[in-house]
């Protein structure tokens, strides 16, 4: 469960009031080993670092490593994947893996796997924050800097990176691997149905080269004598 309090605290408490929420994780993690293709609306903003349990990190990247590589990620696929990870072994293995598809199977009611997933980020994002400032807590107390400039120099910093990654999914970087995946299925839509997946262009042969207009493409159609 999310642990938040409202009253009162000192930055020093923070070490008490981790935010994270175990039971989405495991409903994502379940998730995708009762159904593979959910990877295509969750692994759009979850991350095997935004997990709070390392080990459900760990189990979502070998989920994700498997279906790219066009394998069925189940129990035993996925445990084979990790039989070297003493940690994995230690939470249970492939019992664990069970235990949790079992859960999601027989859940009596629909499990929204996108919020469950944003849920999962936005709890990361707000640990990073946190340790950001208390890291500027530290430089301060500490007087590791003597300028407050170079002080405040340090925070935007990382609170400029903890935006970026928060915005990611809104159109950031992608890893190459995510790329490529969903290029190859684009391209095998396009050779199963025969037709421009985009915003079709009014030229046949046009609408072939570039598949259509898709969307946040800027196309400059240009020629010469």
Do not use: C, W
């Not at 979850?46 to 390392?54: A, D, G, I, L, R």
């Not at 859940?107 to 340790?131: C, M, Q, T, V, Y």
């Amino acid at each position: 469960n999310i642990i938040i309090r409202k009253e009162k605290f000192t930055m020093k408490e923070f070490d008490k009031n981790i935010f994270y929420n175990l039971a989405a994780e495991v409903d994502v993690i379940g998730g995708l080993l009762f159904d593979n293709n959910s990877i295509n609306v969750v692994s759009e903003s979850v991350k095997k670092s935004h997990f709070y349990n390392p080990i459900h990190g760990e189990i979502f990247e070998a989920i994700e490593r498997l279906i790219n590589r066009r394998r069925v990620a189940d129990p035993m696929t996925v445990a084979n994947n990790l039989a070297g990870n003493k940690e994995f072994i230690e939470a249970g293995g492939i019992e664990y893996l069970y235990k949790i598809a079992s859960k999601y199977a027989e859940s009596s009611f629909a499990i929204n796997l996108p919020e469950r997933g944003k849920l999962i980020k936005s709890l990361h994002i707000e640990r990073k924050f946190l340790d950001a400032l208390k890291s500027a807590q530290e430089n301060l107390v500490n007087r590791k800097s003597e300028e407050p400039a170079e002080k405040i120099e340090i925070l935007e910093r990382e609170l400029f990176k903890i935006t970026e990654e928060a915005e990611n999914d809104k159109g950031g970087f992608a890893s190459i691997e995510k790329v490529i995946d969903f290029s190859i299925s684009h391209i095998r839509k396009i050779k199963e149905e025969g037709l421009a997946r985009g915003l079709p262009t009014g030229f046949t042969d046009l609408g072939k080269i570039i598949s259509g207009f898709q969307n946040s493409d800027l196309v400059i159609i240009a020629g010469r004598p």
